[in-house]
């Protein structure tokens, strides 16, 4: 079954920076776009960042740009989100998803399988 | 960007009742969107891609209708796992955008 496993969330001052990672398995890493969703305590679910198959097409909320890195290593099969400049408001847990390739049309579509979370919390 | 009205935001239900939730877009978005389920503490779940194509193992008492610009999901008769908070995502252009959430709680 399709597995997505966040880690490296914690406590960080603001300014501060943190790198949050995403273990996949049970499918061909490589061959899918992924993405970082956030989820601020009690509140919705925003979008943070897309990347594709091979790390070179990237997109970012406007909240983030300049600050947030998604990269990925497809060799360890792994996703990751470089947070600089950590704001207070960045405060969240970050789930890590793939999106789904729809064979018929040919098109990376929506968000299919999720992991579990990791939270950040940015606070002096 | 492209903005996601959800509503209601909230709604309280009985077991068994049809309960329907609405997005609408602020712009068209052909067929580019889907709804997720989320219990607290847990990562969101999929229900509905391609605006009306139910996820494998959803229950067929949800379904997804729309195009364009208004979208409904609708809960035929609703059940006491159902009882969660439901997005709707966007996915036709950058930077992708949920919906605000309906919380469907217990009458």
């Known amino acids: 079954e399709v597995q997505l496993v966040e880690s490296g969330g914690g406590l960080v001052q603001p300014g501060g920076s943190l790198r949050v990672s995403c273990a996949a398995s049970a499918f061909t890493f490589g061959e899918y776009w992924m993405t970082w969703v956030r989820q601020a305590p009690g509140k919705g679910l925003e979008w943070v960042a897309n990347i594709n198959q091979d790390g070179g097409e990237k997109h970012y909320a406007d909240s983030v740009t300049g600050r947030f890195l998604i990269s990925r290593d497809n060799t360890k099969n792994s996703l990751y989100l470089q ?26 579509t929506d968000f299919d399988y999720w992991g579990q979370g990791t939270l950040v919390t940015v606070s002096s | 960007d492209i903005q996601m009205t959800q509503s209601p935001s909230s709604l309280s239900a009985f077991v068994g009742d049809r309960v329907t ?30 605006a009306s194509r139910l996820q494998t193992g959803v229950p067929s008492r949800f379904s997804g209708s729309g195009s364009g610009t208004e979208f409904t999901l609708t809960i035929s008769s609703l059940q006491p796992e159902d009882f969660a908070t439901y997005y709707c995502l966007q996915h036709n252009g950058y930077p992708f955008t949920f919906g605000g959430g309906t919380k469907v709680e217990i009458k």
């Open chain 1, 83 to 108: 947070m600089n400049s950590l704001r207070v408001e960045d405060t969240a847990v970050y789930f890590c998803a793939r999106r789904y390739y729809d064979i018929l049309t040919g098109w990376h």
């Open chain 2, 21 to 50: 939730i609405t997005c609408r877009a602020s712009q068209g978005i052909s067929d580019d969107l889907a709804w997720y389920q989320q219990k607290p503490g847990k990562a969101p779940k999929r229900l509905i891609y391609f």
